[in-house]
């Protein structure tokens, strides 16, 4: 084990920061220029069990609490968050590399979402259902599943944590959350906070460590009644299947491979602030950044010009400089996998606008890159991106676009921009996606339905949706 220079951080189990029980850390480096700015324990399946058992002697305590004694713990945790919001922003910045801006909006959405459910328990109500016998009377009511584990990814590495953990703790889960291994100093920050507003504890635990090993306890402990993940579809698949054997309740947020269509009546300047922001939104690594622009071929020169012009006022950077709106890709396969998809489109004849390489130096930080002329045989138009690269391509009718934004396995979010309410209701109802942003490149919101189609997962978060995948429907049938 090599030595840190860095004081090392700790996981949260049943109440008390706890070291790993092998002493192993792992290092956390800032992205935009490779440095080590923290070591956090590294731990396994042990501690994982360990979490899943507190969670387990907490449970019935917190489930017992009426929802207005969860929810107001849930409000002093939303206060604390707001108070900390620049602290948070800038753990937030320093190990995930989004500009300091974007992670302070990061924070504000992910205490939208505790404040949120620090309500919607309380709305969680059952039904008194006619009976078919008058002797009868048949009553529903909501309950918590139980012991949930939760498992999130780096590119929002609070509020994905807050999505899944808020109404989770609204609807009386107890939780573990397994954080990115890149991003977890966030999750350590907002942990503390959940300490400082009295959550009891074992009611949330925070393990960090190998994924494999905690994923596999996550999956064969009975303990564990549902499991919550954003991630890879390949991961999300994983833990699909491993779910299987003791039939644990799932929700999967996977990957995306968003279309965006600019029809010939948008408002162009409208369009093109919209696919920049969804496009370079944290480096473009969302899983519903616009990844195939579609622009009718009447209007793809204005269009193109426009977007070039707007994109100059772009400026990469380190987060932490205050002019910086595109940070650094998080790491160095990352990159990799960037320059794969350009060079594949620069093969196959797509023109290359600008940038097109990655930036020479300590952080991972690829040039903001457009190309057009890109065609459905490119990689492209097959893979998600995950960077700063702004492909365009052409379409003629309302009928070929539709038919190949559909083409693909993925269905999260979509987007189109028109002025006709026409295409309104046809193009939205064409549009196999769970998410569609009409003139609108921002559609997540703490209370409405964030969540995909296909293979892009299963269940929803935010909002009334996503309470409901933290409970289970009872009923009682009476007999007078
Ligand atoms: P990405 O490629 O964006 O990092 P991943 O799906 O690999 O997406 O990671 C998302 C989250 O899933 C992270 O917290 C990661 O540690 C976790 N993870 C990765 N592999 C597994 C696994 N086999 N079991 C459980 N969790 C995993």
Same mark, same amino acid.
């Given at each position: 084990m090599?030595?840190?220079?860095?004081?090392?951080?700790k996981m949260?189990i049943?109440?008390?920061?706890e070291a790993s029980l092998s002493g192993e850390f792992l290092?956390?480096?800032?992205?935009?220029?490779?440095?080590?700015? &923290?070591?956090v324990a590294y731990g396994g399946r042990k501690e994982a069990s360990r979490a899943i058992q507190a969670a387990?002697?907490?449970?019935?305590?917190?489930?017992?609490?009426?929802?207005?004694?969860?929810?107001?713990?849930?409000?002093?945790?939303?206060?604390?968050?707001?108070?900390?919001?620049?602290?948070?922003?800038?753990?937030?910045?320093?190990?995930?590399?989004?500009?300091?801006?974007?992670?302070?909006?990061?924070?504000?959405?992910?205490?939208?979402?505790?404040?949120?459910?620090?309500?919607?328990?309380?709305?969680?109500?059952?039904?008194?259902?006619?009976?078919?016998?008058?002797?009868?009377?048949?009553?529903?009511?909501?309950?918590?599943?139980?012991?949930?584990a939760a498992i999130t990814p780096?590119?929002?590495?609070?509020?994905?944590?807050?999505?899944?953990?808020?109404?989770?703790?609204?609807?009386?889960?107890?939780?573990v959350l397994k954080p990115a291994e890149a991003?977890p100093?966030?999750a350590?920050?907002?942990?503390?906070?959940?300490?400082?507003?009295?959550?009891?504890?074992?009611?949330?635990n925070l393990v960090i460590g190998d994924p494999i090993d905690i994923g596999e306890e996550f999956l064969t402990n009975k303990t564990v009644?549902?499991i919550?993940f954003?991630g890879s579809?390949e991961v999300g698949?994983k833990l699909?299947r491993g779910s299987?054997d003791h039939?644990k309740?799932?929700?999967?947020?996977?990957?995306?491979?968003?279309?965006?269509?600019?029809?010939?009546?948008?408002?162009?300047?409208?369009?093109?602030?919209?696919?920049?922001?969804?496009?370079?939104?944290?480096?473009?690594?969302?899983?519903?950044?616009?990844?195939?622009?579609? #622009?009718?071929?009447?209007? #793809?020169?204005?269009?193109? %010009?426009?977007?070039?012009?707007?994109?100059?006022?772009?400026?990469?950077?380190?987060?932490?400089?205050?002019?910086?709106?595109? &940070?650094?890709?998080?790491?160095?396969?990352?990159?990799?996998?960037?320059?794969?998809?350009?060079?594949?489109?620069?093969?196959?004849?797509?023109?290359?606008?600008?940038?097109?390489?990655?930036? %020479?130096?300590?952080?991972?930080?690829?040039?903001?890159?457009?190309?057009?002329?890109?065609?459905?045989?490119?990689?492209?138009?097959?893979?998600?991106?995950?960077?700063?690269?702004?492909?365009?391509?052409?379409?003629?009718?309302?009928?070929? #676009?539709?038919?190949?934004?559909?083409?693909?396995?993925?269905?999260?979010?979509?987007?189109?921009?028109?002025?006709?309410?026409?295409?309104?209701?046809?193009?939205?109802?064409?549009?196999?996606?769970?998410?569609?942003?009409?003139?609108?490149?921002?559609?997540?919101?703490?209370?409405?339905?964030?969540?995909?189609?296909?293979?892009?997962?299963?269940?929803?978060?935010?909002?009334?949706?996503?309470?409901?995948?933290?409970?289970?429907?009872?009923?009682?049938?009476?007999?007078?």
């Amino acid at each position: 084990m090599v030595e840190t220079q860095h004081s090392v951080e700790k996981m949260y189990i049943d109440g008390e920061w706890e070291a790993s029980l092998s002493g192993e850390f792992l290092e956390v480096v800032n992205p935009a220029n490779n440095e080590t700015i &923290g070591s956090v324990a590294y731990g396994g399946r042990k501690e994982a069990s360990r979490a899943i058992q507190a969670a387990e002697n907490s449970f019935m305590n917190w489930k017992n609490l009426t929802a207005k004694e969860r929810g107001s713990i849930l409000e002093e945790i939303y206060n604390l968050m707001i108070q900390e919001r620049k602290e948070l922003a800038y753990t937030l910045t320093l190990e995930q590399g989004k500009p300091l801006k974007e992670a302070e909006g990061e924070i504000n959405q992910a205490a939208d979402f505790v404040k949120w459910y620090a309500e919607e328990g309380k709305r969680l109500y059952g039904n008194v259902i006619p009976q078919s016998d008058s002797d009868k009377r048949i009553l529903t009511w909501y309950e918590p599943v139980g012991v949930t584990a939760a498992i999130t990814p780096w590119n929002f590495p609070i509020s994905m944590v807050t999505r899944k953990l808020a109404p989770a703790l609204s609807a009386g889960c107890t939780v573990v959350l397994k954080p990115a291994e890149a991003t977890p100093l966030s999750a350590i920050k907002l942990f503390e906070l959940f300490e400082r507003a009295g959550l009891p504890k074992g009611v949330a635990n925070l393990v960090i460590g190998d994924p494999i090993d905690i994923g596999e306890e996550f999956l064969t402990n009975k303990t564990v009644k549902k499991i919550s993940f954003t991630g890879s579809t390949e991961v999300g698949k994983k833990l699909y299947r491993g779910s299987a054997d003791h039939v644990k309740r799932v929700s999967l947020e996977l990957g995306g491979h968003a279309p965006f269509i600019v029809f010939d009546d948008a408002d162009l300047e409208q369009a093109v602030e919209g696919v920049l922001q969804s496009k370079f939104r944290n480096a473009g690594q969302t899983c519903v950044s616009a990844n195939r622009i579609y #622009v009718q071929k009447n209007i #793809v020169n204005d269009f193109t %010009d426009l977007l070039i012009q707007r994109f100059q006022e772009m400026k990469m950077g380190n987060g932490l400089n205050e002019d910086t709106t595109i &940070g650094p890709v998080i790491n160095k396969s990352a990159i990799e996998k960037i320059q794969k998809q350009v060079e594949d489109a620069q093969n196959k004849n797509a023109n290359l606008m600008l940038g097109g390489k990655p930036v %020479d130096g300590e952080g991972f930080f690829f040039e903001p890159t457009i190309l057009t002329n890109v065609t459905d045989d490119m990689l492209m138009s097959k893979e998600e991106t995950f960077g700063p690269v702004l492909g365009v391509w052409t379409f003629d009718t309302d009928e070929e #676009v539709i038919k190949r934004a559909n083409n693909t396995d993925y269905g999260l979010a979509s987007y189109f921009y028109t002025q006709s309410l026409k295409r309104t209701y046809q193009i939205s109802e064409g549009l196999e996606y769970g998410i569609i942003g009409l003139n609108d490149p921002n559609p997540a919101v703490a209370q409405a339905p964030f969540g995909g189609f296909k293979e892009s997962g299963i269940g929803r978060e935010g909002g009334f949706y996503g309470i409901q995948e933290f409970v289970d429907v009872k009923y009682l049938s009476i007999k007078l």
